[in-house]
């Protein structure tokens, strides 16, 4: 069972909640500069309203993801692993979808329907996701990484001073020494050894609990350094029964799941549909397959015309393909001190090719970029976006967040692997587009600046929308990037038509993991130990989500040029762009819906908000 399967109701956002109680600064921060957001519509309101009946079934049952999200009041609770949890969420889930639809039934307003609509939908995928996930397989938790991510949000530069404390009390009830409450450890065990006397049911995979029981000690580590980080009195004793507490868990997994875990990491294709479907992809997976093996080819050979013409910059005679090139560019490494500086400096010249561009409207604050801590690299190996407070938010900024070096696969000699995907020059150009501006950073942004409703920020998530934009914010940005620039865009262009063929084939059956392995260090170029993450996350990491980039930034292209079809020279990209920023995470058929009815009107453009 994944972090996302523990918190069942945020089943859909998980690929980006696991970075987003991932940041532990390396050095002090300056505090948050807060940017006042919008007064709220008078529909955003009432929407907000009815959203509340799902954010209290998650405050009761996934407190630790509801608090990280913005719901008050949780700070102090912990997740219910108690016997029955499962039906009683269910049947609290049951109960608010009988409210929402009595409202929607009544509702007048469109805008207040459609976000019932997508409350309600959520709700039900989350009954469906459930029963699934208790049909096939004997529940799994990673107690190590759970934990980590629930005190990562309490102990936090930009967590106020006195709901620190909080973590304390969290870390006391996991370890069972607060009044009503058993070891988080007994009450997992417990239930796993229950589901694995039913023979029908699938075990984890072995090699997710390899991994997991390999990093296991980072993220332990992880969570000490975080009370001693923050000087929480009185965490030593609870955090000690904590490492006791885990490594016999650990042991468990050893003695009696990892000997019975399957090899075979396919999941049953009715789950990976639901996956699929939850990760925002509603093409069947055959059609996904075949759009991204026709993209793979067509990408490769944009980058073969253009890997000659680096090749004569750099005076390298003989290089001319495309593979060679890109190792050779790699070779120049940015090197400790110099990739923070580098990925901020990078970071202005995009800002000002933006502005410059017209592309879309900045915001006045900075964004922040750094490094991640250890613990960080075991738990989420991808330079990714630590998403903002969502909701409430009082100033909090998301932070893009680098790892240079990832544990080693079980059994390999080295503790680490270093990736060098990311520290040489060429490659800054898309992971800040990406992951910053005018990426996932001013999209998390102006999630909180605009006033958002509540449903089309929490409930609409899926990584089709969200990652889509990540990708297309690449696009817009290549024509202004250096040659070499360009050229290391398009190689993470085909990493993500790879990821769009490879993970749907692997559980076809149609590749084994090797031979994805090969196809990311041999034709997409990835390091090694780049391509074994990719490989983890196909397979047991969160199967179904890597699809989701390639999928969702070709259904952005697809509306961007439906829009320009019909405007013509009216088209502006930059009131397109912000208004696709306005509309929170929208699913893309509910995206083209609010484009074309709002923001176009017979041939002229209006922007909405």
Request: net charge neutral; proline share 6%.
């Amino acid at each position: 069972m994944s972090f996302a399967q523990v918190f069942p109701s945020q089943r859909k956002v998980a690929a980006l909640l696991l970075a987003s109680a991932l940041a532990l600064p390396v050095a002090a921060q300056q505090p948050p500069q807060a940017t006042p957001a919008r007064k709220p519509a008078h529909w955003v309101v009432r929407s907000d309203e009815n959203t509340r009946l799902l954010l209290d079934v998650d405050a009761r049952f996934s407190p630790e993801s509801a608090g990280q999200q913005g719901v008050e009041g949780v700070d102090e609770n912990i997740i219910d692993l108690t016997p029955g949890f499962e039906e009683r969420l269910r049947k609290a889930t049951e109960e608010a979808v009988g409210v929402l639809k009595s409202r929607l039934a009544a509702e007048k307003d469109p805008l207040v329907r459609q976000d019932l609509e997508i409350l309600v939908q959520a709700a039900e995928d989350s009954i469906q996701g459930s029963l699934l996930e208790e049909k096939y397989q004997v529940p799994y938790f990673n107690l190590s990484r759970l934990i980590f991510y629930s005190t990562r949000a309490l102990l936090d530069d930009q967590i106020a001073e006195q709901r620190r404390p909080a973590a304390l009390v969290r870390l006391r009830k996991y370890t069972g020494m607060a009044p009503g409450h058993k070891p988080l450890t007994e009450l997992a065990t417990a239930l796993m050894r229950e589901r694995m006397k039913n023979p029908a049911l699938l075990m984890p995979v072995k090699s997710e609990v390899e991994r997991d029981l390999g990093n296991s000690g980072y993220l332990v580590e992880g969570v000490g350094q975080l009370f001693g980080r923050y000087q929480i009195a009185g965490y030593e004793a609870p955090f000690a029964k904590l490492k006791e507490q885990l490594a016999a868990y650990d042991e468990f997994l050893r003695k009696e799941v990892l000997p019975k875990a399957r090899t075979d990491f396919r999941l049953p294709p009715e789950l990976y549909a639901f996956n699929l479907r939850q990760y925002g992809v509603d093409i069947p997976p055959g059609e996904l397959v075949e759009r991204a093996h026709q993209a793979f080819r067509e990408i490769r050979l944009e980058m073969q015309k253009i890997a000659p013409e680096v090749a004569r910059l750099r005076g390298w005679n003989g290089a001319t393909d495309y593979r060679d090139v890109i190792r050779k560019l790699k070779k120049d490494q940015l090197i400790g001190e110099a990739i923070l500086p580098h990925y901020r400096e990078r970071l202005g010249r995009i800002e000002d090719i933006i502005r410059r561009q017209k592309l879309v409207t900045l915001p006045e604050r900075a964004a922040r970029i750094r490094l991640a801590s250890a613990a960080e690299s075991a738990g989420l190996p991808a330079p990714n976006m630590r998403p903002p407070r969502l909701l409430g938010n009082t100033g909090e900024m998301g932070e893009f967040i680098l790892p240079l070096n990832i544990p080693a696969p079980p059994g390999s000699k080295e503790a680490t692997q270093r990736m060098d995907d990311f520290t040489h020059e060429a490659a800054s150009w898309s992971l800040v587009a990406h992951e910053a501006r005018p990426g996932h950073e001013m999209q998390f942004a102006a999630i909180v600046e605009n006033g958002v409703s509540s449903a089309r920020v929490i409930y609409a998530f899926n990584s089709t929308n969200v990652e889509g934009w990540g990708l297309y914010s690449e696009a817009i940005i290549k024509p202004y990037m250096s040659l070499e620039g360009q050229l290391c865009s398009l190689q993470f262009r085909l990493q993500r038509a790879a990821r769009a063929f490879l993970d749907p084939e692997l559980q076809m059956g149609k590749v084994t993991p090797q031979q994805a392995h090969d196809v990311l260090t041999t034709e997409v170029v990835l390091s090694d130990a780049m391509a074994n993450q990719e490989v983890e996350r196909y397979t047991f990491r969160a199967p179904g989500q890597a699809t989701a980039y390639f999928y969702g930034y070709t259904r952005l292209v697809d509306l961007r040029h439906e829009l320009e079809g019909k405007l013509g020279a009216k088209f502006d990209q930059q009131k397109f762009h912000d208004f696709i920023l306005a509309q929170g995470l929208l699913p893309p058929d509910l995206l083209r819906k609010a484009v074309l009815e709002e923001f176009v009107d017979k041939d002229a453009v209006k922007v909405g908000n």
